[in-house]
């Protein structure tokens, strides 16, 4: 609190002797007064702090590193295959097979067929790169509303739900295309078809080259949650002097 003795002191060493008034020298006091007791509350504060552009385009530029950082993880060489929260395991309905390649020591071609898998989705992430960014660029005001103040993976639930099934048909021709040279794959596919007659294999595990799109994208979008968790809980790693503060209000507020 201001004493009005002080407040008194600093107004009249301020104003010239000649404009000296006592009922204008009571209004300043109660000017500064009000603004004194203000509660911070009624300032700005976290989002509100921000335009709604500021806050979209700082949002745009947190996903598009997000994003390019997770494809250019999964691209590289054991991006899949060398990754224990990615890699694509023998499908559930081959495992038997898997298990007795071992036991009568061709346990090489079962780990060559584990290796095709995971190869053949390292080839086809780099094409997610091109569809994470458009889904970024056409973000609405209301989605980066609902992204910055939504959960922990917020920005990856709406990148799945805007480019799942277009980036399910960018990869699967590369899936395909690398899985052709497996000759293990091609007889899991003839021995799943048989397998959905029988009732003994699920529709969506009967050919090979779905069941590796599917975990492709599963691991993608899995690496991109990480990313947003991290920038979430450490803003000052985001790209860009908006990005962090705004991502730095939400956090503290």
Known sequence: MISRTLLLGMLTLSMPVAAFNLDDLKSKIDGLKQSASTPAS??????????????????????????????????RVDGYLGNPKVHIPVPDNLKKADSALRKIGLGKYADEFVTSMNRSAEAAVPEAKALLIAAVKNMTVTDAKNILLGNDDAATQYFRRNTETALGAKFKPIVVNSMQKVRLAQAYNRFADKGV????????????????????LDGLYLMIAEQEKEIRAHPLQATGD????????IRNQ
């Open 242 to 249: 908006l990005a962090q503060k705004i991502f730095s209000a």
């Open 42 to 75: 009624s300032q700005p504060a976290g989002l509100d702090a921000f335009s709604p552009q500021q806050q979209i385009e700082s949002l745009k530029q947190a996903l598009t590193q997000g994003a390019e950082s997770a494809v250019k993880d999964l691209a």
């Open 197 to 216: 007659k029988l009732g003994l294999v699920k529709e969506q595990d009967a050919h090979l080259d779905d069941y590796i799109t599917r975990k492709a």
